[in-house]
């Protein structure tokens, strides 16, 4: 067997954490259930991996064996990476999409070996019609880099394509025209979105965060929940101001809604607006020019965090629908210039 | 039945939205009575698409009463009537479209800001998954959220209708989310109930709207195995547009088993699948008993 695939086995075996090691490999399900049985997985790691790759060369392990167990790795730490955002457009007018997932993989990877002799393209099926591919870059003189890959995550018949870039940047117009080619579309257009949390990505983009839907039965639920609150507070409390936390809860339940927010990491607004003052003077008054100036808002969970703004009492109810505006808008990036 | 003599006795009494009402409660009882599932769902079905049709021809001509009496109004009195008159006749207008299209598989429910509708797929009387749309009244018409997947083309479907033509946007989804719960019911029956058949994996794709399998037949005592193609060009439809079946294996097809190779494709072309394949697993147990 080649070295390098029993080097990359090894390797990819070593950043599993234990407490994963059994669900990763099982997943995998290219050792059976028997030789992983003969395995101890008390042993310290770096022997342990020697255990197991000894035991993939005995089942004739291949590069592409080995690529899946790498696509299994990521899927269960997707948030290791950054995704970004591309969006696929057909001409108008345009038949049915007719295609399925074996005419597209195959055309992907066709399109990629046709331009770079050396590529390394897997693919992994999920449920929900989506299939994952890792792509590992070479060049026409040099072998595939095994430990720089690509992933892309694409749901079929939707014009949505998650991708994580290598750090090998110089390939990304070559993904993404194989990628509009082999689905059939025309034309693809990073979108102003990106994240760690691959699945609040997909919440946003295929409008799935908020599955809250008013039917006969879910008003009544809401109006006795919040009677409900009402009654269990201690009568001998008394809150002043009471009506303006009322009105900020229902500002915030009616913009934010009742639903857990998708996760996001960050919101960055690009300024190219001219200074506004109140003060006549001042120097940045009177430029002309519009002032440049970025501003980052991060948070392990920004949108639960300004969720949370106007009832902490550190910002006014309603917010600011720049702020407001990122899930409906699907977008994390903002230019603003003035108008 | 007393279900016709309604139907005629109310006529005379309301106006038409008294009377669906009148037929909604009929049926809720009516369907209350019939518990047991087979025959109940037969007789269900042909009552439900009886008042079905008679609801949609009424529904249309009320629509048009509505439409003249409304194109003569708003000349005018558009700069008279405000903001909030507009709105509300807009909602008035939504909730009598609702009230009406219950039994085709629409019902809603109005919100603080607009209505959310629930589409509830069908398909040979099976109730299959339900799907919601939550509309903004405003100026443009806008959806807030919505639980329909993502291959469906409610893009198109909204920048064609949505504006102008709400009744329009919701017959034209529900036709297409219809007939894409049809075709995936299809497709889950024959994996679930016909897996013996085939030889390998069903090869679908999200909309459902291309599948590709193998699978043998056995009749009096050989077995050839037949590859299949349906392609369901028209998203609005449960049956295959184009089917190819073609024989799988080096050997020529006797004529024999040519008839019944095209007899395969005009079956797939005219019977839902795992229909077609029941009727393949009876003509198997009718064989086997003929021999015996």
Known sequence: MDETVAEFIKRTILKIPMTKMMTVLKAWDFLSENQLQTVNFRKRKESLAQDLVLLCEENGVSLNDAALLDIIYTQFHRHQRVWDLFQMAKEPGEDIDLSDMEQFKSSFKKILQRALKNVTVTFRDTEENAVWIRIAWGTQYRKPNQYKPAYVMYYSQTPYAFISFSQLRSNTPLLCQALTIASKHHQIVKMDLRSRYLDSLKAIVFKQYNQNFETHNSATHLQERRLGLDINMDSRIIHENRIEKDRVHRVTQEIFGDYSQPRLEFAQYKLETKFKSDLNGGILAEREEPLRCLVKFSSPHLLEALKSLASAGIADAPLSPLLTCIPSKGMNYFKIKDK | ?292
């Open chain 2, 1 to 292: 039945m007393e279900l016709e003599k309604a139907l005629s006795q109310d006529e005379s009494k309301g106006g038409v939205l008294a009377h669906l009402e009148k037929l909604e409660t009929q049926v809720n009882r009516s369907r209350k009575k019939l518990e047991e599932p087979q025959g109940a769902q037969a007789v269900e079905s042909s009552l439900g698409t009886k008042i079905r049709d008679k609801l949609r021809s009424e529904v249309k001509q009320r629509q048009a009463r509505v439409a003249v009496r409304d194109t003569s109004v708003e000349p005018d009195q558009t700069l008279e009537i405000s903001e909030q008159k507009a709105w509300e006749r807009k909602r008035e207008n939504v909730k009598a479209i609702l009230q009406a299209y219950r039994f085709t598989g629409l019902s809603g429910k109005l919100t603080s800001r607009g209505v959310c509708v629930c589409i509830h797929t069908a398909f040979e009387g099976t109730l299959l998954d339900s799907y919601f749309v939550d509309l903004v009244i405003q100026k443009p018409l806008r959806i807030h959220h919505h639980s329909i997947p993502a291959f469906i083309p409610l893009e198109e479907i909204s920048a064609k209708y949505l504006q102008t033509n709400i009744q329009h946007f919701l017959f034209s989804l529900c036709e297409y989310l219809n007939a894409y719960a049809g075709r995936k019911y299809q497709a889950d029956q024959l994996q679930r109930d016909f897996a013996a058949f085939l030889a390998g994996p069903l090869q679908r794709n999200s909309l459902c709207n291309v599948l590709s399998f193998t699978y043998k037949v056995e009749l009096r005592g050989q077995a050839f195995t037949f590859c299949a193609r349906l392609l369901y060009k028209d998203l609005t439809v449960t049956l295959p547009t184009d089917v190819t079946v073609t024989h799988q294996g080096m050997d020529t097809l006797p004529t024999s088993w040519e008839e019944q190779r095209a007899s395969h494709e005009n079956l797939f072309c005219t019977k839902a699948l795992h229909k077609v394949f029941a009727s393949f697993t009876q003509r198997e147990k009718l064989d086997m008993s003929l021999v015996h």
